[in-house]
């Protein structure tokens, strides 16, 4: 499994989101993902992708959700690939909290889609705005998500855990969400189709005559960023640079704690 290589990478995303790795006696165990009947054949491709001999079956049964759910489980048993997941960052047993982005070179964007196809969601919203969104337990991959969106959409996020269950939910929408979602899901990715689709419908909106456009993101040079740092307030900051206090506070925030670089002189 060589993450630089876009389906792999794509594959190890969504085995961390929604696949379970179990260990059994001795040397046995066994890797499970299980999803909606309709999504099976991206099961196939895993079967395709994986060089051991794994199963796909189907399972039916009530949820809170249906009286009826049908729903297919791919399982891998060897050794040798469960012991190359788990090096990779697969954990046995819970992992909602402590998975992370592999350590290795890996494709992100195909990665990041991996995890938004298996624990998040695109689409429109009732007035019909474009969003994309990921639901995660896990620091770790909350921030690399925010970074790569800072990156590719331009979109600034702080991220926090909501208050009735600690998960963290980011959240984009209209043009930062075309611009994420265009970028995840390009012609013939490995991806749930369902997904790929209505990544494709982002793509054709168009925002209405009637409805402000959003701000583009001012970069910061390393003037301002000195400013900044001498001033040591986002409020006078703000008055000096003629940026928001939130977009100073941010900036110093991640000066300070290393997520963005100081100045060459600092």
């Not at 991996?114 to 624990?119: C, I, P, R, S």
């Not at 402000?212 to 301002?224: C, D, G, K, L, V």
Request: proline share 4%; charged share 25%.
């Amino acid at each position: 499994m060589d993450l630089t290589v876009p389906e792999y990478a794509y594959m190890f995303g969504f085995l961390q989101a929604d696949g379970h790795l179990q260990k059994g006696v001795g040397q046995k165990g066994r890797l499970s993902v299980e999803i909606s009947a309709r999504d099976i054949e991206l099961l196939r491709m895993f079967q395709k992708l994986t060089p051991y001999y794994s199963s796909i079956t189907e399972r039916t049964r009530s949820t809170n959700f249906a009286k009826i759910h049908t729903s297919v489980v791919w399982s891998l048993f060897s050794l040798e690939a469960r012991t190359r997941l788990n090096e990779l960052g697969l954990p046995y047993g819970r992992k909602s909290q402590t998975i992370a982005p592999p350590r290795v070179e890996v494709s992100t964007g195909d990665y990041l889609r991996g995890l938004v196809d298996a624990d998040g969601s695109v689409g429109f919203t009732s007035k019909g705005i474009p969003f994309v969104s990921l639901t995660t337990a896990s620091t770790a991959i909350a921030c690399h998500l925010r970074d790569y969106a800072r990156d590719v959409a331009g979109a600034e996020r702080i991220i926090k855990r909501n208050a009735r269950d600690g998960i963290y939910n980011l959240f984009y929408t209209m043009d930062a969400a075309q611009r994420l979602a265009g970028n995840l899901y390009y012609p013939g990715c490995l991806s749930l189709a369902r997904k790929r689709t209505t990544a494709d419908s982002i793509a054709d909106w168009v925002r209405p005559a009637d409805m402000r456009a959003t701000y583009t993101r001012r970069r910061w040079t390393e003037a301002e960023d000195r400013v900044l740092l001498e001033l040591n307030s986002p409020t006078a900051a703000s008055e000096e640079l003629g940026r928001t206090v939130q977009s100073c506070n941010l900036r110093l925030w991640r000066l300070r704690t290393g997520q963005a670089a100081l100045p060459s002189d600092q």
